[in-house]
T-cell receptor, first 112, second 114 residues
Framework: GENVEQHPSTLSVQEGDSAVIKCTYS??????FPWYKQELGKRPQLIID?????GEKKDQRIAVTLNKTAKHFSLHITETQPEDSAVYFC???????????FGRGTSLIVHP | GAGVSQSPSNKVTEKGKDVELRCDPI?????LYWYRQRLGQGLEFLIY????????KSGLPSDRFSAERTGESVSTLTIQRTQQEDSAVYLC????????????FGEGSWLTVV
């Protein structure tokens, strides 16, 4: 089955800096890669996703890049703000499967 | 409309007791998932329902865990003879079941086994 590795487990940045979270996946058939944000005590919520026919997608301060050859994808957050502090999960879903496999999460801390 | 609803939000139970956790998916969503999240850990897949198809139970950790779903509505996750290692947040999620497949999570049921 699919295996998703996520790094780093913890990321601490100053407000205004950029943050990058990286994930690798094992199943070359995976074609859908969502990112979820989970604030403390809250439900995970989708913030951005990308499909395998696209190399990059942006939404305001967040962007995701995908390298299918290397089987890795990354979340980029620019101009970080304290409210970006949360745990971020990447996931991968193979074609023909409706079950995403999640990474272990990255705790992002943005210091004011 | 309403999101995914789970109950109870918190449950403390004694080791060896059975517990039932309930999930109400978003109306019209044919796909329903259960995940487990231990403290500080990732999201561990448990079981997946899609319409009237046989569920994918490949993530259930032991035969003490079971889940049912009535049609395309409510689902119940049952843990029998609870153990301390069962303590976790149990997250339910649903999706339209189409290729878009964005899944929407509930707030979770926090289970503590003492």
């Amino acid at each position: 089955g699919e295996n998703v590795e996520q790094h780093p487990s913890t990321l601490s940045v100053q407000e205004g800096d950029s943050a990058v979270i990286k994930c690798t996946y094992s199943d070359s058939a995976s074609n859908y890669f969502p990112w979820y944000k989970q604030e403390l005590g809250k439900r995970p919520q989708l913030i951005i996703d990308i499909r395998s026919n696209v190399g990059e997608k942006k939404d305001q301060r967040i962007a995701v890049t995908l390298n299918k050859t290397a089987k890795h994808f990354s979340l980029h957050i620019t101009e970080t703000q304290p409210e970006d502090s949360a745990v971020y999960f990447c996931a991968a879903r193979a074609g023909g499967s409706y079950i995403p496999t999640f990474g272990r999460g990255t705790s992002l801390i943005v210091h004011p | 409309g309403a999101g995914v609803s789970q109950s109870p939000s918190n449950k403390v139970t004694e080791k060896g007791k059975d517990v039932e956790l309930r999930c109400d998916p978003i109306s019209g969503h044919t796909a329903l998932y259960w995940y487990r999240q231990r403290l500080g850990q990732g999201l561990e897949f448990l079981i997946y329902f899609q319409g009237n198809s046989a569920p994918d139970k490949s993530g259930l950790p032991s035969d003490r865990f079971s889940a049912e779903r009535t049609g395309e509505s409510v689902s119940t996750l049952t843990i029998q003879r609870t153990q301390q290692e069962d303590s976790a947040v149990y997250l339910c999620a649903s999706s339209p079941g189409t290729d878009r497949n964005t899944i929407y999570f509930g707030e979770g049921s926090w289970l503590t086994v003492v």
